[in-house]
Nanobody
Framework: QVQLVESGGGLVQPGGSLGLSCAAS????????MRWYRQAPGKQRELVAG???????NYANSVKGRFTISRDNAKNTVYLQMNSLNPEDTAVYYC???????????????WGQGTQITVSA
């Protein structure tokens, strides 16, 4: 079984910064892409940022220049550094990873439990 455990959510004032981390644990042989999504109340879940195993990244236009995604392959962990936060960034943030379980020959998508980010004065 594979688990993704997120940490780092909370309340932050507009203009502030916050960091998220997501660690994968369990029985697996490889992790491919790792991504962060978010879902605001009444809205669809959207991709925030993604990072390939080789370090290549992509970002939603709304967060470019403010958010930075990174990963530590040795620790099976993905990070999201969020700067210049504004109220529109308020959402539940979810970690997603494409993982090959030890018992499988194919990759499967796994999700974290989600962590709340609230940007408010």
């Amino acid at each position: 079984q594979v688990q993704l455990v997120e940490s780092g959510g909370g309340l932050v004032q507009p203009g502030g910064s916050l960091g998220l981390s997501c660690a994968a644990s369990g029985s697996f042989s490889s992790i491919s892409d790792m991504r962060w999504y978010r879902q605001a109340p009444g809205k669809q879940r959207e991709l925030v940022a993604g990072i390939f195993r080789d370090g290549g990244t992509n970002y939603a236009n709304s967060v470019k220049g403010r958010f930075t995604i990174s990963r530590d392959n040795a620790k099976n962990t993905v990070y999201l550094q969020m700067n210049s936060l504004n109220p529109e960034d308020t959402a539940v943030y979810y970690c997603n990873a494409i993982v090959k379980p030890t018992s499988a020959t194919y990759y499967t998508s796994y999700w974290g439990q989600g962590t709340q980010i609230t940007v408010s004065a």
